[in-house]
Each structure stands twice: as structure tokens, then as C-alpha cells.
């Protein structure tokens, strides 16, 4: 495209940014939620929006499948955001990500350096990274959702996974112990259409910019 493409992921990022299109003056003409288009216009031309999984979007952008994408620290930390240009935290989708077990779980003892325990979850990196720093020896289990379930059937002893009002830990009878690092979401941008099309990509970066709210 001689435009330029935005890779979003449906629900609140979508939501989220839609304040960020519309500074920028880009108006989408599908709702992702109704349609089960991927590929959506917007009012402008040279402007159009491809719908990916949350953890796609740094693929997309780091490959210029999209010149621009929006996504979660959490899902560039397990990316590694190679080939990516990031100008800007969007301060949006705020969240932390957290090591919770059962209630009633004795945690301090299960973590004491050179222990052992089993991990389910969906962020292996940020996961393996933060129990190699505390010293504890951990055998991780992938998941790719749910993550709440696993210590209620005995498949982990703790999970690391996203926690933001606390409702889904409060709802399975589960409790944060350990905070890890607190994530919200990032505007990539693929370095080669930077140069190339920066005429283009520019101006969105800074109205993007001039919508944050802190
Ligand atoms: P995928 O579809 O790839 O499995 P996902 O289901 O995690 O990903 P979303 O739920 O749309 O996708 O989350 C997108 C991003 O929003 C996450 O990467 C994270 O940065 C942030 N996020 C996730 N859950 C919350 C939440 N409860 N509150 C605020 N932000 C969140
Ligand atoms: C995310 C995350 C947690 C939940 C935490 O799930 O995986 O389960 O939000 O938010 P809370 O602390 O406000 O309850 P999400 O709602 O995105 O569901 P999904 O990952 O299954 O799409």
C-alpha cells in the first residue's frame, strides 16, 4: 500500500486508541467488533487498519506487513521487539503483570531461594526472568489463556499473568503476591517505513503524542 497500515488487536486496545485515531484525524469505517473484516478503512485513503491478535502485532510490524502497531509492554517484553521503533507509551490498557497462587498458599516458604515450583503462564520470559532474579527454581508450563485455572486443578503451584482491578483473582479465589512490573501499551513503528514513508507516519506519531494523557 502506498499508504500506510495500523496493526490493532480488537477489544480494549481497539477501544483505546480510537481517541488516538480520531487526534490524528483517522475515523475507522468498521466496527472490528461487528464486522469480521481484518482488513478496515478508514475516512482517510491512505490510511487502513489490519485486526490481529494481541500478540501478533509486533509480527506484523516488525516483518512491515504494517508500517505502525499498538501493543502491550507485556507482549513486546516476550517479543523482544527486535526491528521495532517505539516513540511512545500510550499510557493505555494499563495493567501489571503479578505472581498469584491460592489463597491460603504459603507462597514465602514456596519461594525462598533454591526452592522449587511450577508456573503456569502465558509470559514465559517475564516469567523465567523474575524467577532467575530471586533465585527461585522454577519449571514453567505454557499457557495460552486462563491462566487462572491452573492452581485451582493442581497444574501449577502460582501463575504469572495480567492483573488489573484484581476482580479475576478475587473471582477464583486467587491472590496477587509478587508484582513483577506494571505494562501498558506502546506505538511500534517498523523502521523501514520510517524512512520511507515518514511523511506519513510522522504526523501520526505526533498527534498520537499530542493525545496522551498522562
Ligand atoms: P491474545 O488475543 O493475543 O491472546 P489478549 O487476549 O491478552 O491477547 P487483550 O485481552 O485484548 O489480548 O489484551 C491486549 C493488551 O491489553 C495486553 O497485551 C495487555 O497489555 C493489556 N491488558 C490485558 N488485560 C488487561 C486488563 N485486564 N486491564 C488492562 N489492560 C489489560
Ligand atoms: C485479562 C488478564 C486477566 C484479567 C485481569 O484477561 O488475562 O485474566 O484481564 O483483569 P482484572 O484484574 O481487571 O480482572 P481479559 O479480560 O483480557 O481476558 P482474555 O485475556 O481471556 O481475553
Redesign the pocket.
Known amino acids: 500500500m502506498s499508504g500506510i497500515t495500523i496493526a490493532l488487536?480488537k477489544?480494549?486496545?481497539f477501544e483505546e486508541t480510537l481517541p488516538l485515531l480520531a487526534a490524528a484525524g483517522i475515523t475507522p469505517t468498521d466496527d472490528p467488533e461487528k464486522s469480521r473484516k481484518l482488513i478496515i478503512g478508514t475516512n482517510r485513503p491512505d490510511v487502513q487498519l489490519v485486526i490481529v491478535?494481541?500478540?501478533?502485532t509486533p509480527t506484523y510490524v516488525q516483518y512491515g506487513a504494517a508500517d505502525m502497531g499498538i501493543?502491550?509492554?507485556?507482549?513486546l517484553i516476550e517479543h523482544g521487539g527486535a526491528g521495532l521503533y517505539q516513540p511512545l507509551d500510550l499510557n493505555i490498557?494499563?495493567?501489571r503483570v503479578c505472581v498469584a497462587v491460592r489463597k491460603g498458599f504459603d507462597y514465602a516458604r514456596a519461594s525462598q531461594p533454591g526452592s522449587r515450583i511450577r508456573v503456569a503462564t502465558k509470559y514465559t520470559k517475564i516469567a523465567r526472568e523474575h524467577f532467575a532474579s530471586t533465585g527461585v527454581h522454577v519449571d514453567l508450563i505454557k499457557l495460552?489463556?486462563s491462566m487462572e485455572l491452573a492452581p485451582l486443578v493442581g497444574l501449577s503451584d502460582a501463575i504469572v499473568d495480567?492483573v488489573?482491578t484484581g476482580n479475576t483473582l478475587r473471582a477464583n479465589n486467587l491472590e496477587a503476591v509478587e508484582d513483577i512490573t506494571t505494562?501498558s501499551?506502546r506505538l511500534v513503528v517498523n523502521q523501514a517505513a520510517l524512512k520511507v514513508k515518514r511523511a506519513l507516519l510522522q504526523p501520526v506519531i505526533d498527534a498520537f503524542a499530542g493525545a496522551v494523557t498522562p
Not at 491478535?53 to 501478533?56: E, G, L, T, W
Not at 501493543?71 to 507482549?75: E, H, K, M, P, T
Request: aromatic letters at 4%; a positive charge.
Open positions: 488487536s477489544g480494549r486496545i491478535r494481541a500478540s501478533d501493543a502491550g509492554r507485556d507482549v490498557a494499563r495493567c495460552y489463556g495480567l488489573s505494562i501499551s
